[in-house]
Nanobody
Framework: VQLVESGGGLVQAGGSLRLSCAASGRAASSYSMGWFRQAPGNEREFVAAISWSGSSTYYADSVKGRFTISRDNAKNTVYLQMNSLKPEDTAVYYC??????????????????WGQGTLVTSPA
C-alpha cells in the first residue's frame, strides 16, 4: 500500500484545513486507516483512525470535537477535516495503514505503511 498526503499549509489559529491521503496498491480500500502527527522534539502521536467501511472512528482527546476523519473508498482517499486549529496542532501529519488491514488501532507500532507527511502550521 502506498500513501500520499496533501493539503497541509499555514493557517491562523481558529482556521480550518482538510488533509487528504490517497492510497494505492493491493486492496487499498479494504484497509483501516489512521492519522498521526509529530511536532518538533515530540514523539509521533495518534490523531484519528477509521475502519475500512467508515462505520467506526476514533479520536485523540486533544482533537475530539474539532477534527473529523472520513473516507471515500471509491476514490481510495481518507480525509482529515481540521477545524478550530490551535498552535499546538502544528506538526507534520502522517496517514498510515495497519499491518492487519481490518485492525483499527490507535497504536503507531501496529501500522506498517506510512506516507511522507504534510506540514500543518497554525501560529497564534
Amino acid at each position: 500500500v502506498q500513501l500520499v498526503e496533501s493539503g497541509g499549509g499555514l493557517v491562523q489559529a481558529g482556521g480550518s484545513l482538510r488533509l487528504s491521503c490517497a492510497a494505492s496498491g493491493r486492496a487499498a480500500s479494504s484497509y483501516s486507516m489512521g492519522w498521526f502527527r509529530q511536532a518538533p522534539g515530540n514523539e509521533r502521536e495518534f490523531v484519528a483512525a477509521i475502519s475500512w467501511s467508515g462505520s467506526s472512528t476514533y479520536y485523540a482527546d486533544s482533537v475530539k470535537g474539532r477534527f473529523t476523519i472520513s473516507r471515500d473508498n471509491a476514490k481510495n482517499t481518507v480525509y482529515l477535516q481540521m477545524n478550530s486549529l490551535k498552535p499546538e496542532d502544528t506538526a507534520v501529519y502522517y496517514c498510515a495503514a495497519p499491518r492487519d488491514p481490518g485492525y483499527t488501532t490507535t497504536t503507531p507500532r501496529e501500522y506498517e505503511y506510512w506516507g511522507q507527511g504534510t506540514l500543518v502550521t497554525s501560529p497564534a
